[in-house]
């Protein structure tokens, strides 16, 4: 019904309920699906700026300001120059934890005690540690770095971003599975799993995380502009400035013992979009990565941080 012509009615009360820009309803959605995964410009930007060009240009101008001027060693400017910027991937309500040295989670609480917590992560009703998330262990260049949860509601913009310049190396599809229901489970309620897709991405001057979209249960509505399978097989065009290498390197990859192109995305990249039912997004960071305080300081005191897609939300250590 939502992807019929018939569903278009449901657009202009949609965007009255939600205080949306009245600007969506000059254009011509052919149906909710349609209007529900729209594309809009995204640009990258300083916390708690308006998604504007003029903003977006001038902060971009502003993190690139004396990186490359002599006298300058890269990391030692006053503020915040030279540093790289990490953005938010999508707009939505932010969860910010912090991963121990054992690859578990740290729960608000549990780090006063010198113990981690090792109760589960709840996304979309269901509980996930991070070796269920990522159905493996955890890996050990994720080890005293960060989980962030991206929860995506109805009137966010569905579609999501590369949050830095960089590779992507691996993609990895996981199935949802409901299991039986075993008399000693509490109330006979069956275990579920969400449908995920996992990237494995290695990012400029910060090195490698993965970024993980998760679906309602057992169903998919996860769209990522390059499917399953990154341009492997062929060369794809890089982003990067003339006379430079591939985010640093030539951009190959070992595939069965065979070289292949990786795929080289800029940061603010559209990486894919959800419709409708799926609507969280996991990224789990290594330790180079440093998280703006205020996110962690909110998830302790069990409050979520509300973001717009390409936000700096941290940096790079340099």
């Not at 969506?24 to 995964?37: D, I, M, P, R, T």
């Not at 949860?149 to 569905?158: K, N």
């Not at 097989?233 to 990859?253: L, P, R, S």
């Amino acid at each position: 019904y939502y992807n019929s012509f018939l569903s278009k009615k449901e657009i202009a009360p949609f965007v009255e309920k939600y205080g949306l820009s009245k600007e969506l309803l000059k254009k011509n959605y052919q149906s909710f699906g349609a209007f529900f995964s729209r594309k809009e410009a995204v640009n990258l930007r300083e916390a708690g700026k308006e998604n504007t060009k003029e903003n977006g240009e001038g902060w971009k101008g502003k993190i690139q300001e004396k990186r490359h001027e002599k006298g300058h060693e890269k990391g030692h400017e006053k503020g915040h120059e030279g540093k790289l910027p990490f953005y938010a991937t999508s707009s939505g309500k932010l969860l910010a934890y912090k991963i121990d040295q054992e690859g578990q989670i740290i729960f608000p609480g549990s780090e006063n005690n010198g113990e981690s917590n090792l109760l589960p992560l709840e996304i979309k009703g269901n509980f996930y540690s991070i070796e269920k998330i990522l159905k493996s262990p955890c890996p050990a260049f994720l080890k005293g770095g960060t989980l962030l949860v991206f929860r995506l509601s109805m009137p966010d913009y569905h579609r999501y971003i590369f949050p830095a310049r960089g590779r992507l190396l691996r993609t990895k599809k996981i199935k949802g599975r409901l299991d039986s229901v075993r008399k000693e489970a509490a109330h006979f309620k069956a275990f579920s799993e969400n449908k995920r897709e996992i990237s494995l991405l290695e990012l400029e001057g910060m090195g490698k995380i993965l970024h993980v979209e998760v679906g309602a249960m057992l169903v998919g509505h996860i769209h990522n502009n390059l499917g399953f399978k990154p341009s492997f097989d062929k060369a794809v065009e890089c982003h990067k400035e003339k006379g430079t290498e591939c985010c640093g390197e030539k951009g190959n990859i070992q595939i069965g013992g065979k070289n292949h192109f990786a795929h080289c995305f800029a940061a603010g990249e559209e990486k894919g979009y959800f419709s409708l039912g799926g609507s969280t997004i996991v990224e789990l960071l290594n330790d180079k990565i440093m998280i703006d305080e205020d996110l962690f300081e909110n998830t302790n005191k069990g409050l979520e941080t509300k973001l717009e897609i390409g936000e700096r939300i941290g940096y790079g250590k340099v």
